[in-house]
Every structure is written in C-alpha cells, then in structure tokens.
C-alpha cells in the first residue's frame, strides 16, 4: 500500500484526468459511495446526520456522501459552509444533483449550531489534503462545533485542518473515523497529526495503479514481509544463515549487548559473535551460543569475517571507543549503527563518505537532532521529507524510531512501519531491534527489505505479546525477544 503527500496526490488526480480521461465528476461520485460503503456498517436508520461541507472537492465529496445517505433512507442535513457562487466544478455538479434528491440544506451558522449540538453522527467534509491554515471564521467556528459536539465525526479524506505545514496549524477536526481516498496521507503518520484521525479506514475510488506504484512510499504490510522474509533451506547449515558481530556492551552498559544478541539468536542468525571491552566481559551474562571477543581482536581481516556487523549497544564514548568506531567504519561489511555509536558519528559525519559497504543508522529523533543539527521539533513536524534527504544526501538507509517508524534508503525510498505498541517505550527495545536487523539484512532479498522485515517483526512481538500475556505497563525488551518465536510463525509456511 502507497502513502501520499497532498501534492503527490494532486498529481496522481491530474493524470486520472488528462491521461486517463477519467471525469472529475465520475471520480468524486465513487468517493462519495465508497465512503458511503465504509460508513453504513456504523449506521442505524434512525441517526440523525448531518455532514458539513466546504468549498472545495472535500464537500463535492459531502454532496456525494448526503445523496446517497439520503437515498438509502437516512435522515441527513447538509450544513453548507459557503454560499453556492464560492462552490464551483465537480462539486457544483453534485450540489446540484444533491439539490435534487431534497436534502435539507442549513447555511446560517446560528442553525448550523442545533444541527449539530442534536447530530448522532457528523460527516467533515470541510476542507481536503490541500488545505493550509491558520483557519480563518466562519470555518474556526464550525471545527469547534463539530469538537465540541457529542456526535462521532467521520472525516473524508483527512481530518478538516490538517495540514503538512505542521506550523501553520490552528483549529483541527478531532475525527471518531477518517476514511481516506485510494491511499493514506503522510499525515497519518506523523506523530503530530496521526492523532486526530481516530480509526482509519481506506477506499478505492479506482485511481490508476499505475500511477500509485510510482510512488516511492510504502507502508510494509503482511504481504511484504512473505514475500521478502528468507525461507530457512531443508539442507542449510550455520554457515548458510550468517555470523554477525554486535560489538558494543561496557563495565557501565553490559545488558545493552545482551539484548542484541538475543535478538539475533531469535531471528535465525547461523552464528552471533560479541565483541566488548576486556573489562566488561565478567559482567555479561551471554546466551551459551554466543561467541566472545575482545576489542584487541580488532582487525580489518577479522570484520571481513562476517556478513554483518552492528556496533554501539552500550558501546561507550570514551576518546578510546572513538578511535575504535573509525576503524570500524572502515569495513565493507554491511553496517548498522545504533546508540553510543551514533553519539560518536556526529562528532565526524563525514566519514560516512568512506564508507564502502552498506550503512544503517538507527536514530530516535534525539539522535537524528544530533545528526543533523535539527531540533527534535523541526523532525517530529516533518520527518519524511528530512530523513529521505538525509539517506540520499549521505548514501545511508536510515531507521527513524517512532510510533510509526520511517525507513529511507539511498534511492529515495520510504517505508511506513504500523506495528508496534507503547510496549516498545523502553530502554533496551533498540537493542533488540539491531540484533534481529543484522540477520534480516544478511538473509533477505535486500538491505531494504530486511530492515523492513526487522521492523515490522519487532513490533509485531511487541503486539502478540501485549495481546496474550502482558500489558504495555509490565513487558520488558527480554518479553518481546521471547515473543519473536510467535511473530515468525505468522509469516513461515513450515515452522520446522
């Protein structure tokens, strides 16, 4: 499934339009009826409906939605927002059409007001994706009626106020439902304003494809991880599935180490090797399978050896543990960079330039602030356009941690990940998350899918466990490890 900004979206219309000949008039009548189709299912006969509409294609869409509602023996009042001459094109034409079927029209905002105060349920079809604010009256009035109300509101396309200039946001619409047209928005996923879309739901109003799959953001689902996920061979050994080396863990940080190599060892890694400072190794407390070394290993011909590597679980920051992360760096090996390690990039971020292999970086927003000299602010309001600029700008994939977390590659991809809980809001959740990413990008088609994969897993444990043995409160990282097994037997054909 793709995810589209409002401008991506726009253009995708214009194509429908002028490539395809598809009428603008058609269009909006299949978004009227889906959305209808996606609503009825909440509905009883006797609500009492009332859906606001605004200028634009979002009330065209309103126009569709009431006639239908009203032809299929609901009782609807439309509250129109703007006098006919400020509505115009496709969504004049289903005024008109709406006018026929003998919807009750309400255009005074002091009516609107009972309409709504008596609504059962509110339909926002007020403003679109292209809307930018700071809303201006009547429409400021109208959005804290609807919030104010005691009604749900289903909100068409995008809640009624949401913006992409984050800043410039003033009065939203605090939407029970959005059903959104042919693909989520960005909004939907950025933590600033996924909030005020409630449930969402996702129609088709038979856009072209063709066009859809251009777009270069994804949103990984079941289907992607079985298409992607490695399939373990009859006849396969260890050496078929992988070493991978996390180096990190110290005197102050040994469980940091721990936790990664647990993950690896969880998602099917062939052998896990630790590397740690001499002095933290009595505090370690590894699995039986995992092997040791020692800093004083370090070696270009040993990190050779592997077919991933991850460094800076716990790793320090000490001048010492610098030098050593710039060796590090200079191995071909893919490598994922987490935690202290990404601490110790940002003293020198052009040393990504050396870099010959593949690189990963696994930053929360803090870290990716550290990165780039961003404030946390400025990422959280717009972290799609920032971190596929940085993947591009620096040759890397980047794993931006969140609620929904975003992975861009080096290509201008993104990919939208949609497991995960609050579960996962603990110290020692991305250690795990970079041990199993080490083995997922060694055994899966790609870098991206693996990390992908990695991802959608991790979160996917997170949900099974607080689904059937925990809550979000009690789990740990080493519960979610533990669920992993589960999490793999939904996306394998033969456990065995």
Not at 59 to 70: H, I
Not at 167 to 173: E, H, P, Q, W
Not at 445 to 468: M, Q
Request: charged share 20%.
């Amino acid at each position: 499934m793709k995810c589209l900004t409002s401008e991506e979206m726009r253009q995708v219309d214009m194509l429908a339009f002028n490539a395809y000949h598809m009428p603008g008039e058609v269009l909006m009548e299949n978004a009227g009826r889906a959305i209808v189709e996606a609503m009825v299912q909440d509905l009883i006969k006797s609500d009492r409906i009332v859906v606001v509409v605004g200028p634009g294609n979002n009330g065209g869409d309103g126009f569709v939605v009431a006639r239908e509602l009203k032809n299929r023996g609901y009782m609807v009042t439309v509250i129109q927002t703007v006098t006919n001459d400020k509505i115009s094109g496709e969504a004049n034409v289903h005024l008109n059409v709406m006018q026929r079927f003998n919807v009750d029209i309400i255009y005074d905002f002091p009516d609107a007001v009972q309409y709504i105060h008596e609504a059962t349920v509110i339909i926002d079809a007020l403003f679109g994706t292209g809307y930018t604010g700071p809303m201006r009256e009547p429409m400021h009035g109208y959005v804290a009626l609807m919030n104010d109300a005691r009604a749900p509101i289903y909100s068409i396309d995008v809640p009624s106020g949401v913006s992409e200039t984050i800043g410039s946001m003033s009065a939203v619409v605090k939407a029970t439902k959005t059903v959104t047209i042919e693909a989520p928005k960005v909004t939907a996923y950025i933590e600033q304003t996924a909030p005020y879309y409630g449930e969402l739901t996702i129609v088709s109003i038979g856009l072209p494809t063709r066009e859809l799959d251009k777009i270069s953001r994804t949103i990984w689902q079941v289907c992607h991880v079985k298409q992607t996920l490695k399939k373990r061979e009859r006849f396969g050994h260890k050496g078929t599935y992988g070493h991978v080396l996390l180096i990190g863990g110290s005197v102050d940080m040994p469980g940091a180490i721990q936790l990664s190599a647990r993950g690896a060892l969880k998602s099917g890694a062939g052998l896990v090797s630790v590397m740690t400072e001499q002095a933290a190794r009595p505090f370690l407390q590894l699995p039986h399978e995992v092997m040791y070394r020692s800093h004083d290993e370090l070696t270009p011909q040993l990190l050779s050896n592997y077919q991933a590597i991850a460094v800076g679980m716990g790793f320090g920051l000490t001048d010492e543990k610098l030098a050593l992360f710039y060796q590090i760096l200079k191995t071909e090996v893919p490598l994922l960079i987490d935690a202290d390690g990404l601490t110790l990039l940002a003293r020198d971020i052009s040393r990504l330039k050396e870099r010959q292999g593949p690189t990963i970086l696994t930053p929360h927003p803090k870290e990716f602030a550290r990165l780039t000299g961003f404030s946390v602010d400025v990422i959280k309001n717009d972290p799609f356009t920032l971190t596929k600029a940085f993947a591009q700008e620096h040759g890397v994939y980047l794993v931006l941690k969140g609620t929904h977390t975003i992975i861009s590659s080096p290509r201008g991809e993104q990919v939208i990940n949609t497991t995960g809980n609050s579960a996962l809001s603990k110290g020692g959740s991305g250690d795990i998350l970079s041990g199993i990413a080490c083995v997922r990008i060694m055994q899966d088609e790609t870098v991206l899918a693996g990390l992908c994969n990695a991802v959608y897993l991790h979160g996917y444990a997170s949900d099974i466990a607080v689904r059937e043995d925990f809550t979000a409160f009690d789990i740990t990282p080493t519960d979610v490890v533990d669920s992993l097994s589960k999490a793999y037997r939904t996306f394998i054909e033969n456990p065995a």
